[in-house]
């Protein structure tokens, strides 16, 4: 079992930056591949971010490339997304979210295993990022 636990979050202006940080307990943080998801109201769990097991690969989704950074500190059992350039469409819940591996899966199409809702094993509480326009 892994415990999974998201902060960060909060209100920001437009233009502004925010870093979420979601702390991992409970198994060896580098079995698992890391994502971060986002879901605002009325619109289904969305794909932003994953780093693999060992920090070496990183993915987005198109509209947060160049904006959104993920990455990891596995000494702290610890995934961050700095987040800049924030515009009101970002404003959901985020979810960080673990999986184990490495997966035969993710051998045969690593975009589409890290960014697939039902792959992940584990899920935080989320925290929720409102961007004012």
């Known amino acids: 079992q892994v415990q999974l636990v998201e902060s960060g979050g909060g209100l920001v202006q437009a233009g502004g930056s925010l870093t979420l940080s979601c702390a991992a307990s409970?198994?060896?943080?580098?079995?698992?591949?890391m994502g971060w998801f986002r879901q605002a109201p009325g619109k289904e769990r969305e794909f932003v971010a994953a780093?693999?097991?060992?920090?070496?690969?990183?993915d987005y989704t198109d509209s947060v490339k160049g904006r959104f950074t993920i990455s990891r500190d596995n000494a702290k059992n610890t995934v961050y997304l700095q987040m800049s350039t924030l515009k009101p469409d970002d404003t959901a819940v985020y979810y960080c979210?673990?999986?184990?591996?490495?997966?035969?899966?993710?051998?045969?199409?690593?975009?589409?295993?890290?960014?697939?809702?039902?792959?992940?094993?584990?899920w935080g509480q989320g925290t929720q990022v409102t961007v004012s326009s």
């Open positions: 979210a673990a999986v184990r591996g490495p997966d035969q899966r993710y051998f045969l199409n690593p975009y589409g295993f890290l960014s697939k809702v039902s792959n992940y094993d584990y």
């Open positions: 780093i693999t097991w060992t920090g070496s690969r990183t």
């Open positions: 409970g198994r060896t943080f580098s079995n698992y591949a």
